[in-house]
């Protein structure tokens, strides 16, 4: 397939991937919200690369935001989406409408998803509801798009947790591949929320991924506890007042839980607010055994860097 398509129902996307994999082309799909930066098209991009037909979906799912007024203001923006889909190669954008995911919207659907355990903390106990709409969405997605590898944001970590164990138990005929965040030269994570940064809020947003690096930092460099850890993140937004900071901490990376000494493959998480706005930033850390303390950290390098031209 060479031009980008942009389909709207359910049956058409189905039927183009039925005739793909008739073909034997191998699926790529990539779950956004639209309002595409170069986050996304990373993703995209890495898609192309690995395989031959790739679909992005753009859908603003009404089901895992808590706030109405945060629904209502997330940027709805088709035609640049689909451009930033094209250059990076894309094939397919599914755009569906709400009713066409969700049939008597706006009455609540039948099924949902409930992923239990993982999803009481940190963005789970921060926002009610949040996951079941993400996992009831990519369930629904998944099952449309059929066997295939789907793309997801490190960034967002507690969500691939999820995505991964839905995956997992309700044996979804997906291969779920994890990517590195992108990030501004100054270290911010780029997300569809940074433009409603005001003033000095954008400068003091980067104390998020400083502080990720500090706890990355300080694994690699010594044992340390769960409580050094927040402790030295703590510090580095503490010296932010325009920062609120929800939580920081070092988990298990398939369970969310924490791990206190933090051992082995871990994620370092951040969320706060600055005024009406509420980021995440996440960092995989590999902490090293005692006596290779001083080797470097496995993938605790920044993450892939804008380069300025993007
Ligand atoms: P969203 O449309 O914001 O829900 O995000 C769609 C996908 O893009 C999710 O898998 C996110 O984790 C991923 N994503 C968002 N921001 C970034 C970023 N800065 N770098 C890499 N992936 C991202």
New binding site residues.
Partial sequence: MSALAVVHRAEELRDRLARARGAGQRIGF??????L?A??R??VARAVAETDLVVVSVFVNPLQFDDPTDLEAYPRTLAADTAVVAGAGGHLVFAPSVEELYPGFPTPPAITVHVAGLTDRYEGAARPGHFDGVATVVTKLLALVGPCRA??????AQ??AVVRRLVAELLLPAEIVA?????EPDGL????RNGRLVGDQRRAATALYRAIRAASDLLAAQPATRAEVQAAMAEVLGREPAIDVDYVDVVDPETFVPVDPPAGDVDVIVAARLGAVRLLDALPVTVPPPLQRSAPVADAAPATPLSPHR
């Fill in positions: 990539v779950p956004t919200m639209g309002a930066h986050g996304h990373s993703l793309y997801f944001g490190r960034k967002d969500q691939l990517c590195p965040t992108v990030r994570a780029l997300s569809s």
